[in-house]
């Protein structure tokens, strides 16, 4: 009977603030993949955090679209958030951590599409000072 009461006891004594910290603590964290790892498909449908450099940003009325790459693939990755994540620091260059879940994309070109629940920007890419972006180029024996 003085187990049951004590047990009872430290359950109640437990603070609100203290069972939301434990309850946010007990969540499962997103994996953390490379972008090659992402483009294969590995893990479909889970929560997943991707790190990267901004290769693209196109902003829309309800969407945002970012193509994400981290030097592992020569593919980038797409990224399709709210237009409500949609941040000024958000350029080209920038460096990113996304996380949200991995579908298989609607379109035929591309066999994933991360849809994104939160983007971190870790370190902005200022346009100004660095004004290059990546451009188709032509040869040059095709101009003549």
Request: glycine residues 4%; charged residues 20%; positive net charge.
């Amino acid at each position: 009977m003085f187990q049951s009461a004590a047990k009872t006891l430290s359950v109640a004594t437990i603070s609100r603030a203290t069972w939301f910290s434990l309850r946010h603590y007990c969540q499962k964290a997103p994996a953390t993949l490379r972008v090659s790892e992402a483009v294969s498909g590995a893990e479909l449908g889970a929560n997943v955090k991707v790190q990267g450099w901004i290769r693209s940003v196109r902003p829309q009325k309800a969407n945002l679209f970012l193509h994400v790459n981290d030097g592992s693939s020569l593919q980038s990755l797409q990224v399709v958030a709210s237009s409500k994540l949609n941040d000024p620091l958000l350029t080209f260059g920038s460096a990113v951590e996304v996380t949200g879940t991995l579908r298989k994309s609607p379109h035929q070109k591309q066999p994933v599409e991360l849809e994104a629940d939160q983007i971190h920007i870790v370190g902005e890419c200022n346009p100004v000072d660095f004004p290059f972006k990546i451009k188709d180029r032509t040869d040059p024996f095709q101009i003549s």
